[in-house]
């Protein structure tokens, strides 16, 4: 009975990756074409037309979409630790929430604070895998810890705000390098934003970063403390 459960959820999670990989895979021959079509520039600022710069981000976060998608797999092959499927469904929905709905749907111009929700969202999604983190050192023979509840939260805490960080850095480093809009400087329309108006994204962004990590953490710090086992069925283990 139990195998025949762990049969199904496998096959949930396959078809549900198959699908994200497909959507990412079905619009590239579309967006190459309006690279080579579209215009550099909106000079105009004319409403819902898109230049160049949106087309290579599309692209690149479509292919950075399909890498993502195999990497836990590769994870859990070389370093032989088992990914929950609560976590990776949860990793994989946010890849096609992320990627296709937010950047090839136009969700994060469609959609009242749709970037807002996937920070949150990718903020407590981190704060869970900083717990793993802990666990898999906490079992190591060669680092064998015994950690109380509250520092493994604030490892939790503090893992996620610094992937946030780094999130940061790498779309501050590509609209530089590739001048694309990542960080949402501009409008849809090209017009770029000024003073604090610029910054307001980035910030915004970090700031739901640290609320969805600490609610995470405070769960998590709950769950030890009182083992009400809240976090367990999303660390990720060492096979056995």
Not at 58 to 82: R, T
Request: net charge positive.
């Amino acid at each position: 009975m139990k195998k025949t459960k762990l049969k199904k959820k496998k096959n949930v999670k396959e078809i549900i990756a198959k699908i994200v990989f497909i959507s990412f895979v079905i619009p590239l021959g579309y967006i190459v074409y309006k690279i080579i079509t579209s215009p550099v520039s909106n000079d105009l600022h004319i409403e819902n037309i898109k230049v160049k710069s949106d087309y290579v981000l599309m692209l690149i976060q479509c292919l950075l979409g399909i890498v993502a998608l195999f990497i836990p797999s590769i994870i859990s092959k070389k370093w032989k630790i088992i990914i929950p499927s609560s976590m990776y469904m949860i990793y994989i929905i946010f890849l096609y929430a992320a990627i296709f709905l937010g950047e090839v749907r136009d969700f994060y111009y469609r959609i009242p604070h749709w970037d807002t929700i996937l920070h949150t969202f990718s903020g407590a999604a981190l704060g869970a895998l900083g717990f793993s983190v802990v666990n898999l050192l906490n079992k190591q023979e060669k680092l064998k810890v015994n950690l109380s509840p509250f520092f493994v939260a604030l490892f939790s805490l503090c893992f996620a705000i610094t992937m946030g960080v780094i999130w940061e850095i790498y779309e501050f480093s590509f609209d530089g390098l590739l001048h694309l809009n990542m960080q949402k400087f501009a409008l849809e329309n090209g017009v770029n934003l000024v003073g604090r108006a610029a910054l307001c994204d980035t910030m915004k962004d970090l700031i739901v970063d640290s609320i969805g990590a600490l609610v995470t953490s405070i769960m998590g710090y709950i769950s030890l403390k009182y083992k009400k086992g809240w976090i367990d069925k999303l660390l990720i283990t060492e096979k056995e």
